[in-house]
């Protein structure tokens, strides 16, 4: 089974630009559904934000298009959120998830944690005003 590890999350201004990093290991990422997920606060359901298919069919939140970018390397195994003019709404814990499915049915949904078998361990992002 796949294990993801996330990175590249800080803290910014508004407006600023982050780029998130999901490494995987165990399998790789081309078998999988994968997307990113974020959570506000800790121990409530997550929101789907972006989501790209085995096929590289993408889909993201309403609330995020046109500023944040998911993309895959499937060489070096990896997935990647630009996050770009930043909000202080923004603000959560950002999940790196993967799933046999298609994650695309839940962005912009909240979901339980349990609803997707694979999850990384976190990375916080903060958005100040």
């Known amino acids: 089974q796949v294990q993801l590890v996330e990175s590249g999350g800080g803290k910014v201004q508004s407006g600023g630009s982050l780029r998130l990093s999901c490494e995987a290991s165990?399998?790789?990422?081309?078998?999988?559904?994968m997307g990113w997920f974020r959570q506000v606060p800790s121990g409530e359901p997550r929101e789907g934000v972006a989501?790209?298919?085995?096929?590289?069919?993408?889909k993201y939140a309403d609330s995020v298009k046109g500023r944040f970018t998911i993309s895959q390397d499937n060489a070096k195994n990896a997935l990647y959120l630009e996050m770009n003019n930043l909000k202080p709404e923004d603000t959560a814990m950002y999940y790196c998830a993967a799933d046999s499915d298609t994650l695309a049915v839940v962005v912009g949904v909240l979901i339980p944690p349990g609803n997707v078998p694979y999850w990384g361990q976190g990375t916080q992002v903060t958005v100040s005003a």
């Open positions: 165990g399998d790789t990422i081309s078998n999988y559904a």
């Open positions: 989501a790209i298919d085995r096929d590289g069919t993408t």
